[in-house]
Structure formats: C-alpha cells, structure tokens
Nanobody, 122 residues
Framework: QVQLVESGGGLVQAGGSLSLSCAAS????????MGWYRQVPGKQRELVAA??????KYADSVKGRFTISIDSAKTRVALQMNSLKPEDTAVYYC?????????????????WGQGTQVTVSS
C-alpha cells in the first residue's frame, strides 16, 4: 500500500507565496513520475507540474512562478508557488506513478494524496 501525505497550502493574498510538500511511503517499487495536479469544482483535474526521469513539466499557466523539486531519496516532492494569482485557487493533489512487480508481472500504478486547499485572495 502506497500512501501520500500532503502538507502546506492555505490562504494567501495575490502576489504571495506558498509551499506544498508531499511525502510518499509504502511499497513503492520504482518511481516513474511525481507531481502535482489541481482541481476546481466543476472542472477536470489538471497537471500543474511533474518530474519524470530526466524531465520536468509545468502547465503554461504556472511556468516561471512555480517550482517543483524532489529529494534525493525520491520520497518527497515539493511545490514552491510564487506570485500567486486568484486563478491558482484550487485543491492541489500530489501524484505518484510507480512500477512494481506483482506475481512476476511488472505493474504500473497511480497513487493520489488526499488534496490540500490553496486559496488566493485578490
């Protein structure tokens, strides 16, 4: 069982900064990607930023303002959010894509954190 525990988030004024952190634990196997998504009511969950092996991706809307990082043990992923805008308001979810061998078969699985609210006031 893989668990993702998020911390951070909260309420901030426009132009401010917040930091999110996500700690992964459990039988992870090998990590394919770690990242952050966000979702507002009535809309689909969207990618904010992700780190894969040798590559980092950002949504166009956050490029230059958000920075994703992962620790050397690849068990914790952080998202530094600067110059926040009201449109960044959403529930932010940590995501982990990992592979492990189950019954001799390599299986790719997806895990999600519980979500943390980020609210940016104008």
């Amino acid at each position: 069982q893989v668990q993702l525990v998020e911390s951070g988030g909260g309420l901030v004024q426009a132009g401010g900064s917040l930091s999110l952190s996500c700690a992964a634990s459990g039988s992870i196997g090998s990590i394919t990607a770690m990242g952050w998504y966000r979702q507002v009511p009535g809309k689909q969950r969207e990618l904010v930023a992700a780190i894969t092996s040798g590559d980092t991706k950002y949504a166009d809307s956050v490029k230059g303002r958000f920075t994703i990082s992962i620790d050397s043990a690849k068990t914790r992923v952080a998202l530094q959010m600067n110059s926040l805008k009201p449109e960044d308001t959403a529930v932010y979810y940590c995501n982990l894509v990992y592979r492990k061998v189950v019954g001799g078969i390599r299986v790719t699985s997806n895990a999600w954190g519980q979500g943390t609210q980020v609210t940016v006031s104008s």
